[in-house]
């Protein structure tokens, strides 16, 4: 099963376009293929209806700058001859262009799952070892307190030996591990 991880930075994404430029791509083609300019787009446009269409505004809608409207989409499809469709789902890849990206994608699919699956296992086995190191980590804790204790004790044991004045609690806690270990034959 595949995560949902968050694109990186550096990773490239593939944006979908929005509608208005598809609209935009399809009707700069179409023009092009006629070999019309935006000025003749836009006396055509002005001539059906829409005076407010000038050069500047096949331009921006080229370039997705301004939304289309849906009576301008109709009567650009009335100039161009194509279904209104057409221009937001513009049909330019044929079966043999189709099979390829669909390789492609299927291919480009089988390696993404198979990263994917691969940092899973990483993932799981990072795991395992932040468990492990985890134990180790508290064992030498625990390991590292009773070190220290014993230090402590026998350095205290030293100046007691030496006749150096220790804190009364200190002297007591000494002399009663010092019995214990007596009675153990430390």
């Given amino acids: 099963m595949l995560n949902r991880v968050e694109a990186e930075s550096d990773q490239q994404v593939t944006q979908i376009p929005t509608a ?4 935009g791509a399809e009707l700069r083609r179409l023009r092009q293929l006629r070999r019309w300019s ?17 050069q500047t505004t096949v331009g921006k809608t080229e370039a997705a700058a301004r939304p289309l409207r849906l009576n301008e989409a109709v009567t650009l499809a009335a100039l161009f001859d194509i279904p209104v469709t ?3 789902a513009p049909i330019t890849l044929n079966a043999a262009d189709i099979e390829g990206e669909i390789r492609a994608e299927g291919e480009r699919w089988e390696k993404v799952v198979a990263e994917n699956q691969a940092a899973q296992t990483a993932l799981e086995e990072a795991a395992v070892r932040t468990r492990a190191a985890q134990g180790d980590l508290a064992r030498t804790a625990a390991e590292a307190g009773r070190v ?6 026998l350095l205290g044991v030293r100046a007691i030996l030496e006749g150096k004045s220790l804190d009364p609690e200190l002297a007591a806690k000494i002399t ?3 019995s214990r270990e007596q009675e153990q034959g430390r």
């Fill in 20 to 23: 208005e430029e598809l609209a």
């Fill in 38 to 54: 935006q000025d003749e787009v836009a006396r055509r446009m002005s001539a059906s209806g829409h005076a407010n269409w000038h």
């Fill in 86 to 88: 057409q221009l937001v």
């Fill in 148 to 153: 220290r204790a014993r230090l402590d004790y």
């Fill in 176 to 178: 009663v591990q010092y």
